[in-house]
Every structure is written in structure tokens, then in C-alpha cells.
């Protein structure tokens, strides 16, 4: 998945998207409006470079990665005050 001057794998989680919805609902009127979209969900391989060398690791890639199965443990709150993100609580999924 090209992210312009990096590189990800995209993920596809309908579940997910729909626990973003609902927190996003819950928090209607407080996100900034990176936040109020609908997420492109995706694991960073690599971030701030030159894309020309993104476009480079993208087609390296390419043939060697492929599609599988996944799931989500839980989700982890962090908290940005001004600094690096700072880690609150893991909440686990039941069951898994």
C-alpha cells in the first residue's frame, strides 16, 4: 500500500471498522479531522523517505507478500501530551 513517502500493508477488517465508528460517534465533536475519517488500516513497513524509494520497496515486495488471514488481540489507548505517545491501558479481546 503506497502512503506516498512510505510504504504499508493494508488490512481489511470490516469489525474494525465498525469499532471505529462507534467510537468515533461516542467522541463526535472532539476528533480533528484526521481522526473523523474512516481509517485506511495498515501496518507501516516504511515512513519518510523519498518516493522514489518507496515506489522501489513497493515493487520489491510485491511478489513476496501475500495475502492471509489475521485477527485483532484488543486494542491499546496512548496518550500524545506534546511528546512521545504514551501507553494508558490494553483492552484484550474476549475470547481470543
Do not use: C
Amino acid at each position: 500500500m503506497p502512503l506516498g513517502r512510505g510504504t504499508a500493508l493494508k488490512l481489511v477488517s470490516p469489525a474494525m471498522i465498525d469499532i471505529w465508528r462507534n467510537l468515533a460517534d461516542r467522541f463526535h465533536g472532539l476528533l480533528i479531522p484526521q481522526d473523523g475519517h474512516k481509517p485506511r488500516l495498515h501496518v507501516t513497513v516504511q515512513n519518510k523517505v523519498h518516493p522514489k524509494e518507496a515506489k522501489a520497496l513497493q515493487v520489491e515486495l510485491a511478489p513476496v507478500i501475500d495475502p492471509r488471514a489475521f485477527h485483532f488481540t484488543g486494542l491499546s489507548l496512548h496518550i500524545y501530551r506534546d511528546g512521545p505517545w504514551e501507553f494508558v491501558r490494553t483492552y484484550p479481546f474476549r475470547g481470543r
